[in-house]
Structures are given as C-alpha cells and as structure tokens.
C-alpha cells in the first residue's frame, strides 16, 4: 500500500500543480483584459520609466538631484511628445477634410487596377469579371425592392396600395448628452496619459524603493544574488528600449524626410505611423507602409510615386534589420519569432492597438526577468529561442521516435562546434543511458529498445562517414608501427546492447597504430573472460558500462580477470552521465581497478598515456628473453660442434 502511496502521490501533486497554474493564467489574463484601464497606464510608465532612468541616471552623475533630473527629463519628453501630437493631430485632421477632393483619381486608379488585374474590355477575363459583378448586382436590387414593395418601417404594405406618410419626431438632444458622448473617448485617454504620467514621475523619484521591494517579493532569502540579477535585468531592459526608441525614431525621421524629398503629403503623420508601427515585431514595417502607399495610391496621377515609396520603405527596412540593429543591440536577446508573433496577437487582443505597440518592450522585459528570476524561469521556456530539450534529450526523443536523420542531424550539428569525443560524451551516450533507464524500468518496449540501439548505431556511422570526409591529411600516419609493435587489447562490454554499442564507438577511435583491440561477444560469462585474458595474455582489459547501475557485475568481472593474471592493467569506463539519471555511482571504489574514467575522451587519453609505457615494457621483456634464449643456446651449439 505504501508503494502504491508513493506511486500516487507524485500524480497528484502534478495535477494539482498544472491546475494552479492554469487557473492563475486565467485569472491573470481576465484581469488584464476587463481592468485594462488600470493596466495599460502601468504598462506604458513602466516602459517609459525604463526609456527615461538612463537620462536621469545621467543627470545625477553630472552632479544634478534626483528630483532636479527627473523635472527636466519629463518636462523635455513631455514637450517631444506633445510637439509631436499637434503636428501629427493637425496633419491627421486636414487628410480627413481633404481626402475626398482625390474621388476622381480613386476612381480612375481602381480602373486601372481592373484593367490591369482582368485585361480589356473586349477580354473574355474582363467580360467574366463584368457577368459576376452583375449578377451579384441585380440580386442585390432585386432584393431591396422586393424589401422596399412588401415593409415600411416595420409597417407591411400591400401591392398597389398607396403607403401611408409616418412622422418621426425628432427628440433634440441636450448639451450634457453631447458632452457625454464626444468626451467619453476623448477622457479616457487623457485620463490613460495623466494616470501615465503621474506613475512614471513617482517610478523615476521611488525606483530604489520599487527596486527592494521586488528583490524582497522574489528574493527567496538570496538577497546578493537577486540584487545583481535585478540590477543587471533593468539595466539591460533599459538600454534595449532606449535603442529600439533611438533606432525607431531615426528610422520615421528618414521616412520623413525621404517622403518630403518625394513630395509626398502628410509626410510627418506617414513617419509617425511608421515610427509607431516599428514596435510590432516583423510585421510592423509592412503594416506602417500601407497608408502612404494608399494615400499616394489615391492622389498621385501615375505608379511611379508608389513604387518609390514601397522602395524606400524596403531599402530603410533592409539596412536596419542587417546593419544598425546587430551593431546597437549586440547580441540577441534571445526571443523567438514564433512568441514575438503570439504575444503580438496576445496584447492585441486583450488591449487592441496599445497591446500590439506595447507588445514587443513587454515581451522583452517579461523575457529577461525570466532570465534573472527563478520563479519566473517558465517565462524563458516560453519565450527564449533557445532549444527546450537539450542535445541529449533532444536526440534521446528521435531515438524513440525511430527518426533517424533528424538525430543524426542533431548529432552532427553539436559536432560543429565540438569534439567527435565530446559528440559521444555529451549527446550519444547520455541519451543511450536514458533509454536504458526507461527499459530497465519498463518504460520503453523491448521492440522500442532495440530499435534505439539500431538508430544510435546507424547515427555513429553517419559521424563516422562525416569524419571520414572531412579527414584532415596531416591526422593520418605517414608511416603506420609495424604488426609486432601493437599491444593486444580486450574490449568486454559489461551488460546489453548500449555498452556494446559504447564499445564499437571506442574502438572506432582507438590508435590502431599502437593497440590491437578485440571485443568480446556481449553475454560472455567471466570464466570465459579469464580464460581469454589467460591466452591473449594482453596489455590491457577495458571493461564498459553505461549508466545506469552495472557496478556489482563490473566489481565481479574485475575479481575474475585479477584471479587469471594479477599484472594486467584494468580499465573501467563508466559514460553517459547526465543530469537527468538519479544513478551516477562511479567505478572509483571497485578493487583491483587501475584505472576508470567517466567519458570516452577521458579513457582514450588513459590509453594514449598507457601505450608509450606498456610498449617499452613489452620490448624489455622481448630483448630479455632473447638473452636469456642466447645464453642457453651456447653451450647446446658448442656440444653439438664437438
């Protein structure tokens, strides 16, 4: 019963652990969206304190006070921000008085794009595109006469008969109703910029204060630690959107003066929404083209304005995302497009178009305190670019999954940038132990295990023939010992088919210029292994396991071989360790054992230090035989003369 306990319990605390954090998001998310005029404002001061802190900071430096600098940085973000609205609230509002001015050139463009999309008018395309429209025409009248001859204003009139007149008094409506109306909108969002404006003033003057209060909230004890990482977090966060604002403000600035020379319109708003739009990760740029290309669309007389635009807004776009953003930014900040794209549609969704400006910096921020923040570390999982499996476990999963190219693909790409031993050590052969573990515990099938171990074989010829290609001439011997110079070997894996498969690896990388390896057939019982050391008499006995356990069996073997030659040089190799197997007993306490290593490059160093010492030992005792041979030789050969 109580292993049946132990076996439930972990479940539940699972379940029970998946339900809290689904319901907190949940009730995050509702909170988000229906307390939104509470959260936008704090979203937009704590973005805008973490832009204007490194202005402030600068300030304070230069021997300015705290409440000094924070006055002149919000009085001169505050005139940048208001200078800019008027210019663009005035140009917005003259487009929308003059826009319908351009009605005949509209018309005529979009019968140029008919002409150009379906041909001419003699065209049968043309002629098809004519029919459709007139058909969906004609059903269109036919359908509002028929609503036009059977009801009146929700009054049903007979054929012939002549409608009756109906009377609609207008109800006049009173200031304060016209005041409610027109200033709702307009109130909301100045009280959105005051409640703004207000909390960056406090969170530039009480930054410290905040700063403790959230080292305290998340500080988990490790005040030090979580000082640093707090520190470093808004600093980073800082210099990032004080260059995305630097970099986007140049960049609508461009587009200002480039429109300008174009002799575009408005060209101060075009650049504000591009400005704007920039914020939108990917797809900004391409949503900030589409008014001026419209607009130009609508006033122009020809294409040729068009087409400009669109180039320059490409041409900025290329030279920003290539050139100036990995030169400011440096190195990337680690987020994926997949979850730059989400939350993009994420906080649109919960506050429309603010959420989708904002949504690049929040992602950002959310994205670094995950970094720093061990509570918040699941907000790094979703929203990092780094792998969510690691090699090993990520190669682990395509051994199971019978894919045979994508793990040699991982393999492979690992090897890049390391050592084929280190290929073996931290990728192969950990995933192997991994596998092991789950068949020995009934986790993974007998047909699945096998399977695994032909795949992993299939993915070590694959490095192997890589190798082999890309072999440098100056790593092959010019002139390889002769037969008589290498030292006899025996190979023994301890238990299955992984430590075999471990085995075959360490062979293929061993100096077969010093050593001569024989592997022993996996199942071979201990007395044959004394046996076979008895008649090989060799230099040295390897014996290899894989994690998990093995340990008795080896402690057995090595007992055995100690009892049939008691000189020989035992080797234990104990791979695959990781971090995600409860068993990493090593083979350091086993008597009799020279030497043991925990990794392939580990052992093949061991043997490339052995092999210089063995075979001086073994040319002694050579030479010495042959004297001793020599002196008894002498006397037989002079007896035989006389």
Request: hydrophobic share 50%; with cysteine; proline share 5%.
């Amino acid at each position: 019963m109580s292993n049946g306990r132990e076996r439930v319990g972990p479940e539940w605390t699972g379940a029970i652990t998946t339900l809290s954090l689904v319901i907190t998001l949940s009730v995050v998310t509702a909170a988000l969206y229906l307390a939104q005029m509470i959260f936008i404002p704090i979203a937009l001061a704590v973005v805008g304190t973490f832009i204007l802190t490194p202005a402030v900071s600068r300030l304070q430096r230069w021997g300015v006070g705290r409440k000094v600098a924070v006055i002149v940085t919000i009085f001169f973000a505050g005139a940048t921000v208001a200078a800019v609205a008027v210019v663009v609230g005035q140009q917005l509002s003259t487009l929308g008085n003059t826009l319908s001015d351009h009605r005949p050139n509209i018309l005529a463009k979009i019968n140029q794009a008919k002409t150009i999309l379906l041909g001419t008018e003699k065209s049968r395309l043309s002629q098809l595109g004519d029919d459709v429209a007139e058909v969906f025409l004609t059903e269109s009248k036919s359908r509002s006469k028929k609503a036009e001859t059977t009801t009146i204003w929700g009054v049903p009139v007979k054929s012939g008969q002549e409608p009756q007149r109906v009377i609609v008094e207008e109800q006049a409506t009173s200031w304060y109703d016209s005041v409610l109306t027109m200033g709702g909108p307009v109130g909301a969002v100045v009280g959105t910029m005051a409640l703004t404006f207000v909390l960056i003033v406090f969170m530039l003057l009480r930054r410290e204060d905040l700063r403790n209060r959230m080292i305290r909230l998340i500080g988990d004890g490790r005040v030090t630690i979580t000082t640093k990482a707090v520190d470093d977090a808004g600093q980073r966060i800082s210099r990032y959107l004080l260059t995305q604002l630097a970099l986007n403000a140049c960049f609508g600035l461009v587009i200002v003066v480039g429109l300008l020379f174009i002799g575009v319109e408005y060209a101060a708003l075009w650049g504000f929404i591009a400005f704007l739009m920039r914020y939108v990760p990917y797809i900004g740029t391409w949503i900030g083209v589409v008014p001026p290309l419209l607009f130009t669309l609508a006033v122009s007389p020809g294409w040729s304005e068009t087409f400009i635009v669109f180039s320059l807004f490409i041409g900025l776009e290329m030279i920003c995302n290539n050139i100036f953003e990995p030169m400011l930014y440096g190195s990337s900040l680690g987020i994926s497009e997949v979850a730059q794209l989400v939350a993009a549609a994420f906080w649109a969704f919960l506050w429309g178009p603010i959420g989708l400006i904002l949504s690049g910096p929040l992602t950002v921020c959310l994205l670094i305190l995950g970094k720093y923040v061990r509570r918040l570390e699941f907000l790094e999982i979703l929203l990092g670019d780094e792998p969510a499996l690691t090699p090993r476990m990520a190669f682990y999963q395509r051994l199971v999954a019978r894919d045979q190219d994508e793990a040699a693909n991982i393999a492979l790409d690992y090897k890049k940038q390391n050592q084929t031993a280190s290929v073996f050590d931290d990728v192969v052969f950990p995933a192997l132990a991994l596998a092991k573990r789950d068949h020995q515990a009934g986790l993974l099938s007998e047909e699945n295990w096998n399977q695994a171990i032909r795949t992993a074989r299939e993915v070590v010829d694959d490095i192997a023939s890589f190798d082999l290609k890309n072999l440098d001439a100056s790593e092959v011997p010019d002139k390889p010992l002769e037969p008589s110079v290498r030292l006899p070997i025996l190979l023994m894996p301890v238990h299955d088919d992984a430590d075999l498969t471990a085995t075959e690896i360490l062979v293929q990388r061993i100096d077969v210029t010093r050593w001569s390896p024989e592997i022993l057939p996996l199942g071979t019982l201990a007395s044959e292994l004394a046996a076979k050391v008895r008649i090989v008499n060799p230099a040295v006995v390897v014996l290899i396991s894989l994690l998990p356990k093995g340990v008795s069996h080896s402690r057995y073997l090595v007992n055995r071989i100690r009892s049939a030659d008691a000189k020989v040089n035992v080797l234990i190799g104990r791979w695959g360790f990781s971090e995600d197997l409860d068993d990493s007993t090593p083979a350091a306490g086993i008597e009799g054992v020279d030497r043991w290593s925990d990794s392939l490059q580990v052992t093949l160093q061991q043997l490339q230090e052995l092999a210089p010492v063995l075979r001086d030992k073994l040319e002694a005792s050579t030479s010495e035989r042959g004297r001793s041979n020599s002196k008894v030789s002498a006397p037989l050969t002079t007896a035989l003369s006389s």
